[in-house]
């Protein structure tokens, strides 16, 4: 076995902004190469996502405007990992203010970097099962706009092939669950 390399060696760390969501740093390193360079990095404290399912067997999703992409995306429900959170405890609400269901059977499926290229950010996969829906509507935050949407597994998958507007955090926890899914 080949020996470990050793780490670039940090010379400097810029904080650029911090945000309500995610900081923004630029970091100097000398590579062990001897070359120096500047790299970005998006901070962000992780988010959790749930692959919902309907006692029927149909998907939980959500049409969701993203400003980012100036259009709507099809995604599971999701939220970012407060301060100290578990990311269990973060789903879990996130699940009832964003569809009006609670799930009382929930198996972790695993986590996954989101774009490592440029972000730290960890997304924590979970899939909710036995769910309940609850007599108040989902409660959207003021900046949300998004309405529930009902889908087969077969449905999800053919919008996926077809290029429809799916994220990839959605697309990879969909992967993931997709075992789970076939004995449902």
Not at 45 to 51: M, W
Not at 69 to 98: H, M, W, Y
Not at 126 to 144: K, M, S, T, V
Not at 174 to 180: D, I, N, Q, R
Request: proline share 8%; with cysteine; glycine share 6%.
């Amino acid at each position: 076995m080949p020996p470990a390399k050793e780490p670039p060696q940090l010379l400097r760390q810029h904080l650029y902004y911090r945000g309500r969501k995610f900081d923004f740093e630029v970091s100097r390193l000398r590579l062990p190469n001897q070359a120096e360079g500047d790299w970005e990095c998006v901070r962000h404290p992780g988010g959790a996502l749930a692959v919902p399912v309907t006692p029927e067997g149909k998907l939980i999703l959500l049409k969701q405007y993203r400003f980012a992409v100036q259009g709507r995306l099809l995604e599971f429900p999701a939220g970012t990992v407060e301060p100290n959170e578990d990311p269990f405890k973060t789903i879990q609400r996130e699940i009832q203010e964003e569809t009006g269901y609670r799930a009382h059977k929930w198996q972790k499926l695993g986590q996954f970097f989101l774009a490592p290229g440029y972000s730290d950010e960890v997304i924590y996969a979970f899939l909710a099962q036995n769910l309940e829906l609850l007599e108040q509507p989902p409660h959207q935050d003021i900046d949300e706009d998004m309405e529930t949407v009902l889908m087969t597994v077969q449905e999800l998958e053919q919008a996926i092939l077809d290029g429809e507007a799916v994220d990839a955090k959605s697309i990879s926890s969909f992967l993931l669950a997709k075992p789970f899914l076939n004995q449902i």
